[in-house]
């Protein structure tokens, strides 16, 4: 297994924490493991993604709004 360092906002790390303290999850590690084997097999699934969800409804405003251009 690799080695990754994360930088993660207080405010994830402790809920992750939260999940652990309550026996969701037995450490931080798993937790995120199990989020990126999530991430993964939702991408596999044909799932949108949420940054291609952003990407797909910016250009829809563009669209949108393209009337309005003189």
Avoid: C, F, H
Avoid at 11 to 31: C, F, K
Avoid at 39 to 57: F, N, V, W
């Amino acid at each position: 297994m690799e080695r990754v360092t994360l930088r993660i906002p207080k405010e994830q790390i402790e809920e992750v924490e939260q999940m652990v303290d309550t026996g969701e999850y037995p450490n931080r590690s798993e937790a995120i493991r199990s989020a990126v084997r999530e991430m993964l097999a939702e991408q596999d699934t044909g799932k949108e993604r949420p940054s291609e969800k952003r990407k797909r409804r910016n250009s829809q405003r563009q669209k949108d709004r393209s009337w309005a251009k003189v």
